[in-house]
């Protein structure tokens, strides 16, 4: 499954484009190989010189962690994105930490892209509910909050796992 939510600037803050009403959730079920995952998210700047520096969880539900996240850049014809996978960080893709580089002005072709690794904690599975993007800018550091963006890491018994993933 490929999942890509956009955010975008307005007035120089980043502003998240999914619908209040929405809920774009990426899952794993398949933790025979590794207990991680990783779930991308795009981001876009209306200006230049916009460094992203931190990833944390809003809410975490049962067995679930945070990891962490890198960016990804490029473009979307020619490089590989990640909708999800399992793994983190991505081994099959070229990625940077956080801040490497400006985020991609919304106008741009090259696209950046936020990948947040996850881990379940325990068999039961358990769940990421939204994430907050720290951001700066200027001189000034802002928070982007993306509170319909879902990660469920599966328990062996289908704990938090979510009927159908839909954006």
């Given amino acids: ?88 960080p991505p081994e099959h893709v070229s990625h940077d930490a956080l801040g490497t580089k400006a985020v991609a002005e919304c106008s741009d072709t090259p696209v950046t892209q936020v990948v947040v690794g996850a881990r379940r904690t325990a068999t039961t599975g358990g769940a990421i509910r939204g994430i907050s993007v720290t951001y700066r800018s200027g001189g000034h550091r802002r928070t982007l909050e993306v509170p319909n963006f879902h990660v469920s890491l599966c328990g062996d018994q289908g704990q938090y796992c979510e009927s159908q993933a839909s954006p």
């Fill in 1 to 88: 499954m490929a999942v890509a939510v956009t955010s975008c600037t307005q007035n120089g803050v980043l502003r998240a484009l999914v619908e209040t009403d929405s809920v774009v959730t990426v899952g794993f079920s398949d933790f025979s190989d590794t207990s991680d995952g990783a779930a991308g998210l795009f981001v876009c700047a209306t200006g230049p010189g916009v460094f992203l520096e931190s990833v944390e969880p809003l809410d975490i539900e049962g067995s679930a962690k945070l990891l962490g996240a890198v960016e990804l850049s490029g473009t979307a014809e020619e490089d590989g994105f990640i909708g999800a996978s399992y793994g983190f």
